[in-house]
């Protein structure tokens, strides 16, 4: 099959849909690749580097003729009259608000796979564009942020003084919420990040960010994956929230949307309790934007000083690697349609994740899709009354766990007193370390945020290290028993030491340049 990579349309044509890596790959799959003059000229990928990976530079309407056309954005009417019959467009094509270009393509007998209509299942995360530009876009919004910011993200020590870090609240822990979590933290600020999602929580603690409370607002997944429209309650709960945040916040990043549309997060009231120079990135402006002042597409400065950054195109702003990962999914999408490697692609409509992207195929439109099965277990069995009622009452459940406890930690200590009271006398000195020890190690590691946990190891590896030495030191002893006691623990202390020092090394790996899958790999 030949495929067509036409230039980026619009005024930004800075991302392309296939790299010359891609293109590489593509040809490896049996297909031939040909390329629009300056198609990658905005992401910095010359001509000559697409021609020395297989393809070839072809002018712009036989690029458009191609058996397959993959692009960016969708086409317009000039374009459209280019494809031919019989062909198949890739693109993001947004088709739940574009029944009129569904209708010209479904009219040519243009088959048209949206990648904006991916399947929300595991086994189509690899061909999430939506993901992989948002990912991008949350790094690039606190770049941007830091650039319009008055300080330094990090706190600083100095002899002439000390600075505090600048405090970051970003809206919605979805995929761009998190990757800006992940970019602020570490540039060394102060983040607190907020989700309906409960789940969300534990994803942004193990960035190493603060998670905002509000009971009120959390509210269940819906079924389908997204998070649903809040009650009125629930509104107010998280608008209170919001604006407690904002008004200490220097930098708040917005990233709420709910099936494309951007409910308000940040009120013109919000704006004016924030202090003059702080940053609001709207990440949901194509969707109309979270804060009121947000202008799709613009800077703008409200009367108190307040920058309100509604860009459009933050994932644009960094071209190479967005047209990688642009790159990427296009060519797992065609792994998908070329099980041969043949250069012969098969649309298999059985398939749920083909189905779902295919939004017209032999002149009909086929948008929107049957909904996908998400699991084929079932339903659980309902609980018998008795086990229902004590789910229905978790004050209840909580107060009998607090119970255990209690009981629990009573029986230890009387077994802790009657093995004092039964050891000897320098025994008793050893056993008050123990003891010190056992409370202090566990205040110490239930208190250390999730960003410190390598360090940690480190920690522990260190006193399993004095823990193999002292037991060296006791094997050989008179004493079967302590001979005994040495021979286990050195055993154990080495489990630790080299376990402890292989999980250490496979983690800084992944940051390696020259490691599989590490860095930039």
Do not use: K
């Not at 690899?126 to 876009?137: E, G």
């Not at 229902?388 to 004050?395: R, T």
């Amino acid at each position: 099959m030949r495929i067509g990579v036409p230039r980026t349309a619009g005024a930004d044509p800075r991302l392309v849909a296939v790299t010359p890596d891609a293109a590489r790959r593509l040809a490896e799959l049996g297909h031939d690749v040909v390329v629009e003059p300056g198609a990658g000229d905005g992401a910095r990928l010359p001509a000559h580097e697409y021609v020395s990976a297989g393809a070839r530079v072809a002018d712009r309407a036989d690029v458009w003729a191609a058996d397959v056309v993959v692009t960016l954005h969708p086409p317009g009417p000039a374009e459209l009259d280019l494809l031919r019959a019989g062909s198949v467009l890739v693109s993001q094509l947004a088709p739940a608000g574009s029944p009129e270009l569904l209708g010209g393509l479904a009219v040519r007998g243009v088959t048209a796979l949206a990648l904006d209509a991916v399947p929300r299942i595991s086994r189509a995360q690899a061909l999430d564009v939506l993901s992989a530009l948002s990912n991008v876009a949350g790094y690039r919004a606190v770049v941007e942020a830091a650039e319009e910011y008055g300080g330094m993200f990090a706190g600083q020590v100095t002899a002439a003084g000390s600075t505090p870090p600048a405090r970051v609240f970003v809206i919605g822990a979805g995929v761009a919420g998190l990757a800006a979590v992940g970019t602020a933290v570490s540039l060394g600020a102060d983040v607190h990040a907020f989700d309906v999602r409960p789940e969300a929580a534990e994803q942004i603690e193990s960035l190493g960010a603060r998670v905002v409370g509000a009971d009120d607002a959390v509210q269940q997944v819906s079924a389908d994956g997204y998070a649903s429209a809040q009650s009125a309650d629930q509104e107010a709960a998280a608008l209170r929230a919001y604006a407690e945040q904002s008004a200490q916040a220097d930098v708040v990043v917005t990233t709420a949307l709910v099936r494309g549309t951007a409910p308000t997060t940040i009120t013109r009231a919000m704006l004016d309790a924030m202090r003059p120079g702080s940053v609001v990135v709207d990440l949901a402006a194509p969707g109309g934007g979270n804060c009121e002042a947000t202008v799709p597409g613009e800077r703008v400065v409200t009367a108190r000083g307040v920058v309100v950054l509604g860009y459009t195109d933050l994932a644009a702003r960094l071209p190479q690697h967005s047209s990688r990962l642009l790159g990427t999914v296009v060519v797992n999408l065609l792994t998908l349609l070329t099980p041969g490697e043949d250069g012969r692609l098969v649309l298999d409509l059985d398939d749920p994740v083909v189905r779902g992207m295919t939004v017209t195929h032999e002149g009909a439109v086929t948008w929107p899709p049957p909904p996908v099965a998400v699991s084929a277990a079932p339903p659980p069995p309902a609980p018998e009354p008795a086990a229902a009622a004590a789910v229905a009452d978790p004050a209840a459940e909580g107060r009998r766990r607090a119970m255990r406890r209690t009981v629990l930690g009573a029986l230890g200590a009387v077994a802790v007193g009657l093995l004092i009271a039964a050891s000897p006398p320098d025994a008793v000195g050893h056993l008050t370390v123990f003891a010190l020890a056992v409370v202090v190690g566990f205040y110490v590691i239930s208190n250390v945020t999730h960003a410190l946990h390598t360090p940690l190891m480190a920690q522990t590896n260190a006193i399993s290290g004095i823990i193999m030495v002292g037991a060296l030191l006791q094997i050989g002893d008179s004493s079967p028993l302590v001979t005994t006691l040495a021979v286990v623990a050195a055993a154990l202390a080495s489990v630790n030491v080299f376990g402890g020092f292989l999980v250490t090394r496979r983690m800084l790996g992944m940051f390696r340049r020259d490691t599989p899958g590490g860095g930039a790999a």
